[in-house]
């Protein structure tokens, strides 16, 4: 009798451990406000949202010369249950378009992660020195975005084979966007791929394959860049990872 019920409390566990985890942010800003002074004051403050405009998180600190600031730099930023992480974006420095960050959330056992996008900006502000000594300064923002200013989405279709070759008579298959992220491949098993390019897309596309459903896994194979006139390619296979060992994917995620 308990065997039986199993599976099913097994199933609830899952589902419950699921819904623990935060909803992913979808945009956020990061400002910044210096005013010239002898301890160089800087207020900066990050916030995130969701798909609705909802607030998801909010870190704010006063620093200067004496004090050190948190959120600025290249070191990753803990908002609440999420940890924003930006390698090639200077918070704090207008140096960047369109840099790629990425945000995992965690409940201690699943983490998910969101790559979005970093755009920076600077402009003037009116600091207030003193009663009649208004001076200008200047207010840096970082806006934060699921997708990039000048994205063109396309996608690719990706065959999939579990047996040697690409034989005719097996044609599972998964639509991979570059807008999707790190998008899970359905067939287990699989050694060959053939890729079916749109005749439009960009040609700097590349697919990479991850051993993992989070697109965590190092060692991941590439395929690209990929030529929007084969349509359809030719058979890829067996996958080997970097260290020349048969790889079976399990997520894929496209970059253009």
């Known amino acids: 009798m308990w065997t039986d019920l199993l599976p099913t409390l097994l199933l609830l566990q899952s589902i419950a451990v699921q819904a623990q985890l935060p909803p992913m942010p979808k945009?956020?800003?990061?400002?910044?406000?210096?005013?010239?002074?002898?301890?160089?004051t800087h207020l900066n403050q990050i916030v995130l949202f969701d798909k609705d405009r909802k607030n998801l998180g909010t870190v704010a600190e006063s620093c200067s010369l004496i004090s050190t600031c948190k959120l600025e730099g290249f070191s990753n930023i803990t908002v609440g249950p999420y940890t924003v992480m930006h390698p090639r974006a200077f918070f704090g420095t207008c140096l960047y378009k369109n840099a790629q960050m990425e945000i995992t959330a965690t409940d201690g056992f699943n983490t998910v992660r969101q790559q979005l996008f970093a755009t920076c900006e600077l402009s003037p502000f009116q600091c207030q020195s003193g009663p009649d000594k208004p001076s200008v300064g200047e207010l840096h923002e970082v806006k934060i975005s699921e997708f990039p200013t000048d994205l063109?989405?396309?996608?690719?279709?990706?065959?999939?084979?579990?047996?040697?070759?690409?034989?005719?008579?097996?044609?599972f298959s998964d639509t991979?966007?570059?807008?999707?992220?790190?998008s899970l491949i359905t067939t287990p098993g699989i050694t060959n791929v053939v890729v079916v390019p749109k005749p439009d897309m960009p040609s700097t596309c590349v697919l990479t394959l991850?051993?993992?459903?989070?697109?965590?896994?190092?060692?991941?194979?590439?395929?690209g860049p990929i030529t929007p006139g084969s349509n359809p390619g030719s058979c890829i296979g067996p996958l080997r990872n970097q260290n020349g060992d048969v790889f079976e994917p399990k997520a894929a995620m496209l970059k253009c």
């Open 210 to 223: 991850f051993a993992d459903t989070n697109c965590f896994s190092s060692s991941n194979p590439q395929l």
């Open 176 to 182: 991979i966007s570059n807008t999707g992220g790190c």
């Open 152 to 171: 063109k989405p396309t996608s690719i279709v990706l065959r999939e084979y579990n047996k040697d070759g690409c034989p005719a008579d097996q044609n």
């Open 27 to 40: 945009s956020g800003l990061f400002t910044q406000i210096v005013c010239d002074s002898i301890t160089q």
